[in-house]
């Protein structure tokens, strides 16, 4: 069984940066970043294989965003810079399998609430 636990939500403005943390309980393999906005159905933003030497982005985060693991502490990390409005959402983290598709994961964590003002 795998605990997930993210943290490093909060509110910031436009242009500004945030860094989400998720730490992890047990083994895990890939991991990856969701996020819903309210009215919205949760949308994938990125993944990270086990070894952390392979990433993966949607376009709306790409270029802004980076995912990064330290194995070491069992933690994974998003980097968000550059942050927009339409940014505003909670944010999962989730382990399973290296994929976009939100049902390749088998353990998800609490979420996180990113609010972005303009």
């Known amino acids: 069984q795998v605990q997930l636990v993210e943290s490093g939500g909060g509110l910031v403005q436009a242009g500004g940066s945030l860094r989400l943390s998720c730490a992890a309980s047990?083994?895990?393999?890939?991991m990856g970043w969701f996020r819903q906005a309210p009215g919205k159905e949760r949308e994938f933003v990125g993944n990270i294989n086990w070894s952390g030497s392979s990433t993966n982005y949607a376009d709306s985060v790409k270029g802004r965003f980076t995912i990064s693991r330290d194995n070491a502490k069992n933690t994974l990390y998003l980097q968000m810079n550059s942050l927009k409005p339409e940014d505003t959402a909670v944010y999962y983290c989730?382990?399973?399998?290296?994929?976009?598709?939100?049902?390749?994961?088998?353990?998800w964590g609490q979420g996180t609430q990113v609010t972005v003002s303009s």
């Open positions: 989730a382990a399973g399998w290296v994929s976009t598709r939100g049902r390749d994961y088998d353990y």
């Open positions: 047990g083994r895990t393999f890939s």
